[in-house]
């Protein structure tokens, strides 16, 4: 039987460490035996290294995920759930604040001149009624009219917000047409609030999830995929790249073959809009984060410092190369999507890891 040297050297740093991790209690102690695991792990690696291989197991080269951050409730999700969890977030919220939430939903899920000319309507209408709180002709509309139809019906959140501001919506049995109609006059200032916080209300939408990694050296750390959401091709970005193509060459004059008119088509193309950063410290352990392709060079900075235990100085450097400009350069123009690997230089050498207790509590192997 063939018995992995992996599992024989992590078997044996766990026997030294045991006596250890006995009288261990507390944070203090669980972090301080993280460290000594580190140490074991990385010695455990090297012996590893050094010894002949007697086997290969079947390579499976990991595949990163994104994860979104809901606005409500803060709860981090994979991409792919995270719509109907935000859906259910706001329904949830309706019970708690109609009156915001629909003014927020109809921010989030309406846009351009639907939006736009459906806000300006909605305040329009309710303005009326209290600069002119006696005359009944502000206070009943037909469904039917040909401004609500185009306007306001198609508005996610219009027409409640119509009922929220008092509106009943009824037929009218004198002429079997359907009406809002404001049945009682509600109180000036409920009326002036929602036109308020129509009017302030802002989208929200799920924020991109940094998923801050710490990783031990291992073989699985050298390669991984990226999930099809770093790189899915909206309808705008397949515009852009056609007009941009377009204004690059005259096609009445080339003689287009299939690859040609797959490529003009976008087929196969990927335009990523994430990254995966990998930052290797000194002691060989992985920071890893998830940034947008539109982050900046000096967002990665202040993610490194952020996981520091202290302050200190120190440089980026792309392997191969020189030390990476702090500046707002984008990373897709830096080099860095759809993944990037940097070595952290400090200033100054450090005889403990640099990373801080909370990130030293993350370790885990890839």
Same mark, same amino acid.
């Given at each position: 039987?063939?018995?992995?040297?992996?599992?024989?050297?992590?078997?044996?740093?766990?026997?030294?460490?045991?006596?250890?991790?006995?009288?261990?209690?507390?944070?203090?102690?669980?972090?301080?035996?993280?460290?000594?695991?580190?140490?074991?792990?990385?010695?455990?690696?090297?012996?590893?290294?050094?010894?002949?291989?007697?086997?290969?197991?079947?390579?499976?080269?990991?595949?990163?995920?994104?994860?979104?951050?809901?606005?409500?409730?803060? @709860?981090?999700?994979?991409?792919?759930?995270?719509?109907?969890?935000?859906?259910?977030?706001?329904?949830?919220?309706?019970?708690?604040?109609?009156?915001?939430?629909?003014? *927020?939903?109809?921010?989030?899920?309406?846009?351009?001149?639907?939006?736009?000319?459906?806000?300006?309507?909605?305040?329009?209408?309710?303005?009326?009624?209290?600069?002119?709180?006696?005359?009944?002709?502000?206070?009943?509309?037909?469904?039917?009219?040909?401004?609500?139809?185009?306007?306001?019906?198609?508005?996610?959140?219009? *027409?409640?917000?119509?009922?929220?501001?008092?509106?009943?919506?009824?037929?009218?049995?004198?002429?079997?047409?359907?009406?809002?109609?404001?049945?009682?006059?509600?109180?000036?200032?409920?009326?002036?609030?929602?036109?308020?916080?129509?009017?302030?209300?802002?989208?929200?939408?799920?924020?991109?999830?940094?998923?801050?990694?710490?990783?031990?050296?291992?073989?699985?750390?050298?390669?991984?995929?990226?999930?099809?959401?770093?790189?899915?091709?909206?309808?705008?970005?397949?515009?852009?790249?056609?007009?941009?193509?377009?204004?690059?060459?005259?096609?009445?004059?080339?003689?287009?073959?299939?690859?040609?008119?797959?490529?003009?088509?976008?087929?196969?193309?990927?335009?990523?809009?994430?990254?995966?950063?990998? @930052?290797?410290?000194?002691?060989?352990?992985?920071?890893?984060?998830?940034?947008?392709?539109?982050?900046?060079?000096?967002?990665?900075?202040?993610?490194?410092?952020? +996981?520091?235990?202290?302050?200190?100085?120190?440089?980026?450097?792309?392997?191969?190369?020189?030390?990476?400009?702090?500046?707002?350069?984008?990373?897709?123009? +830096?080099?860095?999507?759809?993944?990037?690997?940097?070595?952290?230089?400090?200033?100054?050498?450090?005889?403990?890891?640099?990373?801080?207790?909370?990130?030293?509590?993350?370790?885990?192997?890839?």
């Amino acid at each position: 039987a063939v018995v992995s040297t992996q599992s024989t050297g992590g078997a044996a740093a766990l026997a030294r460490l045991e006596a250890t991790s006995n009288r261990s209690s507390g944070l203090s102690g669980q972090l301080e035996l993280k460290r000594q695991i580190m140490k074991e792990r990385q010695k455990s690696s090297e012996e590893q290294s050094s010894a002949p291989s007697t086997a290969r197991e079947p390579e499976v080269i990991p595949q990163l995920g994104l994860r979104m951050v809901c606005p409500i409730c803060k @709860i981090s999700l994979p991409k792919p759930e995270m719509g109907p969890h935000f859906e259910n977030c706001l329904e949830k919220q309706l019970e708690v604040d109609p009156l915001s939430t629909t003014c *927020t939903m109809i921010h989030t899920l309406n846009s351009g001149e639907l939006l736009s000319a459906g806000v300006k309507t909605l305040a329009t209408i309710i303005t009326n009624i209290t600069s002119h709180p006696d005359e009944e002709k502000y206070r009943k509309m037909r469904v039917n009219n040909p401004a609500l139809q185009k306007k306001v019906i198609p508005l996610v959140g219009g *027409t409640e917000f119509l009922e929220i501001a008092g509106f009943v919506r009824i037929t009218d049995d004198a002429d079997d047409q359907e009406y809002f109609i404001l049945l009682e006059m509600p109180e000036v200032g409920h009326l002036e609030k929602c036109v308020s916080t129509l009017q302030s209300a802002t989208k929200i939408a799920p924020t991109l999830d940094r998923d801050t990694r710490v990783l031990q050296p291992s073989a699985g750390l050298q390669r991984f995929e990226v999930s099809p959401d770093f790189y899915r091709v909206t309808r705008e970005d397949l515009a852009a790249e056609q007009k941009r193509r377009a204004d690059e060459l005259d096609r009445s004059e080339i003689l287009r073959t299939k690859a040609t008119r797959d490529r003009d088509a976008g087929v196969g193309m990927r335009i990523y809009h994430y990254t995966v950063i990998r @930052i290797r410290f000194p002691d060989g352990i992985y920071l890893q984060g998830t940034f947008s392709a539109h982050d900046t060079v000096e967002s990665v900075f202040k993610f490194v410092e952020s +996981a520091l235990r202290h302050p200190l100085p120190f440089s980026l450097i792309v392997p191969g190369s020189t030390a990476l400009k702090r500046d707002g350069s984008l990373l897709k123009n +830096a080099g860095l999507v759809p993944t990037g690997v940097l070595n952290l230089s400090p200033a100054e050498s450090a005889e403990f890891t640099l990373l801080s207790d909370e990130m030293v509590c993350k370790l885990s192997e890839m």
